[in-house]
């Protein structure tokens, strides 16, 4: 269980947890995640070079001065439909050259597509799958690392087809991760579990949620994910709290001290 020590010793948290505190307060914010124990946080405010309005470095130094580290970043460009048809697709790719430039330069090891529209045929999906590839070798070259977070939607079939199986086995391994956000895979009816020993090794960050603060619903089978994380691959936990029965800054604590109250074992 070494992996899983070493993991929940050190627990990442995605922005957009505090989106309306951020809004409202960001240097505030960022200090305050620090001071609930945080190590690391996960971005959701990307945008034309920017993070949160700050240039790349700013952001680095915010969260940095507040004891953390920029873990990660949810940004993405959907494909047109001219790219779509054409399967070419250099136009958006000149806008992730800016965006894993400006990634690097806030300090971040990982850039992840945090969504993307259902596409109604095979032909389409497997465009994204080699955009995604693409994409991947271009953060790899840059020291980066891509990869795709899920919702509940993805566990659907296309052509006969389940849409996140073949996202899975149509992008290369060593060029697209996935950060399997369990609380959405259990919301689509799958099992966590058992898609790390489906796919072992795919699944490089795991967000950690619930319906709200994390063990509310127990919906959620977080002992048996945290039992078999060697297996998915994980090398980072990332908490998201979306809803909330208290203030966001109160819920991101109590999910916080949920897991290192909850699991010893693991700590």
Same mark, same amino acid.
């Not at 269980?1 to 960022?30: F, P």
């Not at 960050?205 to 063990?215: A, F, R, S, Y």
């Given at each position: ?59 680095k130094?915010d ?6 580290y ?26 992730w ?24 045929? &095979?032909?389409? &999906? ?17 020291? &980066?690392?891509?990869g ?11 052509e ?14 060593d ?5 399997m ?24 960050l795991?967000?950690i ?59």
């Amino acid at each position: 269980m070494e992996n899983i020590i070493l993991l929940v010793a050190g627990i990442s948290l995605q922005l957009y947890s505090l989106r309306a505190d951020i809004a409202q307060n960001y240097d505030v914010t960022i200090i305050k995640t620090g001071e609930i124990g945080y190590t690391s946080v996960e971005a959701a405010g990307y945008n034309n070079g920017t993070f949160y309005g700050r240039a790349p470095a700013q952001f680095k130094s915010d969260v940095e001065s507040a004891g953390m580290y920029v873990l990660s970043s949810h940004t993405t460009k959907a494909l047109s439909q001219e790219e779509l048809q054409s399967k070419v697709f250099s136009e958006s790719l000149i806008w992730w050259d800016e965006a894993i430039q400006a990634h690097k330069e806030a300090g971040a090891t990982y850039i992840v597509a945090p969504s993307m529209t259902v596409p109604t045929t &095979l032909s389409d &999906l497997q465009t994204y799958c080699d955009y995604y590839n693409e994409i991947g070798r271009r953060c790899k070259e840059q020291g &980066l690392s891509f990869g795709y977070h899920n919702h509940s939607f993805e566990f659907v079939e296309i052509e006969g087809t389940m849409m996140y199986d073949y996202l899975i086995q149509h992008t290369n391994p060593d060029l697209v991760f996935f950060q399997m956000d369990v609380y959405w895979t259990v919301m689509g009816k799958q099992s966590p579990v058992d898609y790390f020993h489906k796919y072992p090794g795919r699944f490089e960050l795991l967000h950690i949620k619930d319906n709200k603060e994390l063990g509310q619903s127990g919906m959620v089978g977080f002992d048996a994910i945290f039992r078999n994380i060697d297996v998915a691959g994980a090398k980072y936990l990332i908490v998201e709290v979306e809803q909330y029965n208290f203030t966001p800054l109160e819920s991101v604590k109590m999910s916080l001290d949920y897991l290192t109250t909850s699991f010893p074992d693991y700590n």
